[in-house]
C-alpha cells in the first residue's frame, strides 16, 4: 500500500536555529500534502497543505514565514521550522492523499528545542 | 465550528476483554466519521469510516456506527489483543466542500497479557 515516509523522527536543536523535516511519498504521487502539528494532550491541529509547485496554503494563524514549506517534487514535500524557539517543540506529522479518499500518515517528527 | 470530543485515556484492558472508545461530534451538515489508529513508531492508519447516517465501519474485529440521533461514533471491539495496544484517533471531515479533517484528542489503549 501508499507509504508515506517522514525523517527525522526526532530530531533536537538549539534555540535559533533551523529545522528541516522530510516528508515523501514512495510508491505514489503526492500533489498536495498536509502538515500537522500536535501538542501533548491536544488534537492534531492542520498547520498547511503543500502544493507541487506552488505556494502552500497556510491554516489562520499559522505563521508563514516561521514555517516554511516547499512542495518541490510530486515525492517530496519539506517543512522548516525557522529559527526555532521553546514553544516550537511539537509532534509534526504529514500526510498525503494516495486515491480518491485514503490519507496515508507519515510517522512523525518530533521537535525538542532547548 | 465543527468539533470532535473523544473520551480520555490511558484505557487499560486485559485481553480478550470489551472495548469502548466513545467520540461524539458537532457539525454543520452531513459529515464523514473516520476512526484513526497509531501504533507505537508508525504513522496514523484509517481504520474505518463511515459516510452516512445508519452506516457502520467495520475492520480487523472493531466496529462503529455513524448514529446522527446522537451524535456519536464509538468504536467498539468484542475481545481485545495485545496487538491492538495503540492511540486511537476519532476524525470527522465536514460535508460538502469542506474536506478538512477536525481531530479527537486520541484515546491510548494499552492491552495487557
Known amino acids: 500500500g501508499a507509504v508515506v515516509s517522514q525523517h527525522p523522527s526526532w530530531v533536537i536543536c538549539k534555540s535559533g536555529t533551523s529545522v528541516k523535516i522530510e516528508c515523501r511519498s514512495l510508491d505514489f504521487q503526492a500533489t498536495t500534502m498536509f502538515w500537522y502539528r500536535q501538542f501533548p494532550k491536544q488534537s492534531l491541529m492542520l498547520m498547511a497543505t503543500?502544493?507541487?509547485?506552488?505556494?502552500?496554503?497556510?491554516e489562520q494563524g499559522v505563521e508563514k514565514d516561521k514555517f516554511l514549506i516547499n512542495h518541490a517534487s510530486l515525492t517530496l514535500s519539506t517543512l522548516t521550522v525557522t529559527s526555532a524557539h521553546p514553544e516550537d517543540s511539537s509532534f509534526y506529522i504529514c500526510?498525503?492523499?494516495?486515491?480518491?479518499?485514503?490519507?496515508?500518515f507519515g510517522a512523525g517528527s518530533r521537535l525538542t528545542v532547548l | 465550528g465543527d468539533s470532535v470530543t473523544q473520551m480520555e485515556g490511558p484505557v487499560t484492558l486485559s485481553e480478550e476483554a470489551f472495548l469502548t472508545i466513545n467520540c461524539t461530534y458537532t457539525?454543520?451538515?452531513?459529515?464523514?466519521l473516520f476512526w484513526y489508529v497509531q501504533y507505537p513508531g508508525e504513522g496514523l492508519q484509517l481504520l474505518l469510516k463511515a459516510t452516512k447516517a445508519d452506516d457502520k465501519g467495520s475492520n480487523k474485529g472493531f466496529e462503529a456506527t455513524y448514529r446522527k440521533e446522537t451524535t456519536s461514533f464509538h468504536l467498539e471491539k468484542g475481545s481485545v489483543q495485545v496487538s491492538d495496544s495503540a492511540v486511537y484517533f476519532c476524525?470527522?471531515?465536514?460535508?460538502?466542500?469542506?474536506?478538512?479533517?477536525?481531530w479527537g484528542l486520541g484515546t491510548s489503549l494499552a492491552v495487557n497479557p
Open positions: 500526510s498525503s492523499r494516495a486515491g480518491a479518499n485514503v490519507l496515508t
Open positions: 476524525a470527522l471531515s465536514g460535508g460538502g466542500n469542506n474536506r478538512k479533517l477536525i
Open positions: 503543500s502544493n507541487e509547485g506552488s505556494k502552500a496554503t497556510y
Open positions: 457539525a454543520t451538515g452531513y459529515p464523514s
